[in-house]
């Protein structure tokens, strides 16, 4: 056998074992995921991921039944008594026993558990299969939605105050309250199109704009509230369609189960031969009321959506390119904080635009005219996405009304920079440190 191959197969051998060893102590740490070595979590996070961070504090030293439990907090926290009594657990309906505080809780005052998925899979079992399912379609999905948060340098890297409250939604994967507030986790609670929108409005995801602008949006705020919620998501049970009738059909507990487009946040092929099974599923769903070439015909419109909304975006990011060429966006890469955790980006400082990997990079210690595109792609663009989604023709034409705006905005920032250069490069010479000094940026990098 040759040497050099002999060279290479035993660095191969020194390098597996030692990929792993590097990975499973970089997960040893305080905190979770990949840099758990790295961060401390905020006494809050254990109510956003019990299962790893729960500490029970309880000053009552004592094993109680569950009976007890209801007696003495009927006066302490009544409205969760009176929640659990209005539950199926208070009072099931399938000749099963009632579910009493210890069976979520443990019955050891002094050592108390908040349920995460694990403890709710005990009995829903279904569910929990389900939910777990979601993972083989990658992110997103609630399934992945803390591992995703965890695992991003920016989430290290930033105060925990600041970061948090992106666990507020993203804990969707580790409790279950997320959709069905405790303690009366009801289903048809869940089924209403409020439990989720908690979570998905604002910008980013405008979901209920776009939803509540929608046919069946309006239906359903004009005569949801006579509707009977108990029934099952199934055809001909609803006038009109919720957000859980669309994307956990028949109570599927898997969101991720007919999703294409990936949120809208990068471009995706929808026509691959993945995607075509995933259309079909879009297709016999909404078949159950309209004509199935209806339902084709949607989708197309809403390729044609995204084709026209990223046409738009690479031609900001080609205005973005040629800037950075020509040396023309102030702070340049070297000149901006590197992320502590990210060697590359100290060794070899890069700038980036759109999609990536750890995307925070791309609205912080940035310049005018790049946030200016991260708000187009980010704001204006899922606006769009989400409205094609929803069957909003009006948002959709809002948001590329506003694409648009946004392309032109940036194409005369960068006449102006172009022409201005030699101005702002006097006023902030790279030497000077204006990005890279600062009480948070100091306090960011002496604290996380």
């Not at 591992?147 to 925990?160: C, G, I, M, S, T």
């Not at 409790?175 to 507030?181: G, I, N, V």
């Not at 998905?200 to 995801?205: K, M, N, T």
Request: glycine share 6%; net charge negative.
């Amino acid at each position: 056998m040759p040497r050099y191959v002999i060279v290479a197969v035993v660095m191969v051998a020194i390098a597996i074992p030692s990929g792993f060893t590097m990975l499973e102590s970089s997960r040893s740490g305080t905190g979770i995921g990949l840099y758990s070595n790295e961060w401390e979590p905020d006494p809050m996070q254990q109510y956003w991921d019990p299962e790893n961070f729960y500490n029970a504090n309880s000053k009552i030293k004592a094993v109680f039944s569950g009976d007890q439990c209801i007696q003495c907090h009927q006066s302490i926290t009544p409205g969760i008594v009176r929640d659990w009594r209005e539950s199926r657990h208070s009072a099931p309906t399938n000749g099963e026993e009632v579910v009493r505080c210890p069976a979520c809780h443990g019955d050891d005052h002094g050592n108390l558990h908040l349920p995460n998925p694990t403890t709710c899979g005990g009995c829903h079992t279904t569910q929990l299969t389900q939910v777990e399912d979601e993972k083989k379609y990658g992110f997103p999905s609630h399934a992945l939605a803390m591992e995703r948060a965890v695992d991003a340098k920016h989430f290290v890297d930033k105060p925990k105050p600041e970061v948090l409250s992106c666990l507020q939604c993203h804990s969707v994967a580790t409790k279950c309250d997320s959709c069905h507030t405790r303690h009366r986790f009801s289903a048809a609670e869940a089924r209403r199109s409020e439990s989720c929108i908690t979570c998905h409005s604002g910008p980013p995801h405008p979901d209920d704009k776009t939803y509540f602008a929608s046919a069946h949006g309006k239906i359903y705020r004009e005569e949801g509230g006579d509707w009977d919620w108990n029934q099952p998501l199934k055809k001909g049970n609803y006038k009109a369609p919720t957000c859980a009738y669309c994307h956990m059909e028949e109570g599927i507990h898997s969101v991720a189960h007919k999703s294409i487009w990936k949120f809208g946040i990068r471009e995706i092929n929808p026509n691959t031969s993945g995607n075509k099974v995933l259309r079909e599923r879009w297709v016999n769903l909404c078949m159950d009321c309209h004509q199935e070439e209806e339902s084709r015909q949607w989708l197309r419109e809403m390729d044609e959506e995204r084709k026209e909304a990223w046409n738009m975006l690479y031609r900001a990011e080609g205005v973005l390119k040629d800037l950075r060429s020509d040396d023309k966006i102030t702070p340049a890469p070297g000149e901006r904080p590197p992320y502590p955790l990210d060697k590359m980006d100290q060794l070899w400082p890069r700038a980036h635009i759109g999609f990536f990997e750890g995307q925070a990079s791309a609205f912080y210690n940035v310049s005018g005219i790049e946030r200016d595109y991260f708000e187009m792609w980010y704001f204006d663009n899922l606006h769009g996405y989400k409205a094609a989604a929803h069957g909003d023709p009006a948002g959709v034409e809002e948001a590329h009304k506003a694409m648009e705006r946004d392309l032109n905005g940036i194409e005369k920032r960068a006449e102006q920079l172009r022409s201005s250069a030699s101005e702002e490069s006097a006023a902030h010479p790279q030497d000077d440190g204006l990005w890279l000094e600062g009480r948070y940026t100091d306090y960011n990098r002496e604290n996380n």
